[in-house]
């Protein structure tokens, strides 16, 4: 079992920066793939980013790409999510996730996080 927990959302102008942290708990973290998700309201949950095992390996959804960093240090069992350049279409519930799979999407993440707020205001 492993237990997530993000923190760092919030409310903010548009152009500005979040950091989004994710904590985990339980089984060693660095066995897992780790993903950022998130829903906007009325919409399907969509993917943000995804990171490797070791950190060395990123993949971001195009609408975050070249404005979202993700980051893991194994050594705190933590990930990280700067988002920069925020935009309104960027308000969202954002979810961390694990998988155990090499690649990681919504159909295959073997925990999820509760959940922070994102919004950003125009």
């Known amino acids: 079992q492993v237990r997530l927990v993000e923190s760092g959302g919030g409310l903010v102008q548009a152009g500005s920066s979040l950091r989004l942290s994710c904590a985990a708990s339980?089984?060693?973290?660095?066995?897992?793939?780790m993903g950022w998700f998130r829903r906007a309201p009325g919409k399907e949950r969509e993917f943000v980013a995804a990171?490797?095992?070791?950190?060395?390996?990123?993949n971001y959804g195009d609408s975050v790409k070249g404005r979202f960093t993700f980051s893991r240090d194994n050594a705190k069992n933590t990930q990280y999510l700067q988002m920069n350049s925020l935009k309104p279409e960027d308000t969202a519930v954002y979810f961390c996730?694990?998988?155990?799979?090499?690649?990681?999407?919504?159909?295959?993440?073997?925990?999820w996080g509760q959940g922070t707020q994102v919004t950003v205001s125009s």
């Open positions: 990171i490797s095992r070791s950190g060395g390996s990123t």
């Open positions: 996730a694990a998988s155990v799979s090499p690649i990681v999407t919504t159909s295959n993440v073997n925990y």
């Open positions: 339980g089984r060693p973290f660095s066995n897992y793939v």
